[in-house]
């Protein structure tokens, strides 16, 4: 009955918080299997941390290259903002 109590008591971020306690739970209840002390915790969010950046790396990449493409073309942008400043429109064209 305290469990739910305590689900229930998530907030507005339950549908994130609610997975990522169970994982956390997860990792420290393997990191108990494997031999760690009761009071590890902090190898378990260290571990759940490591996760979650192997998880989001791809969109970290992609963005990054997006970034790095975007600062590769500021330069001709540059340029052409200048040329046409005073036709917006067709400056817009342009760099679309």
Not at 42 to 67: C, D, N
Request: proline residues 4%; aromatic residues 6%.
């Amino acid at each position: 009955a305290q469990d739910v109590a305590a689900e229930s008591d998530s907030g507005w971020f339950g549908f994130l918080t609610i997975p990522i306690k169970l994982l956390l739970q997860t990792i420290h209840s393997l990191l108990l299997t494997v031999g760690l002390n009761t009071n590890s915790w902090g190898v378990a969010i260290v571990l759940l941390t490591i996760l979650i950046k192997v998880v989001t790396f791809p969109l970290t990449k992609t963005q990054l290259e997006s970034t790095n493409k975007m600062q590769a073309m500021q330069p001709a942008i540059k340029e052409l903002q200048a040329k046409y400043q005073s036709n917006p429109e067709v400056m817009n064209q342009k760099i679309a």
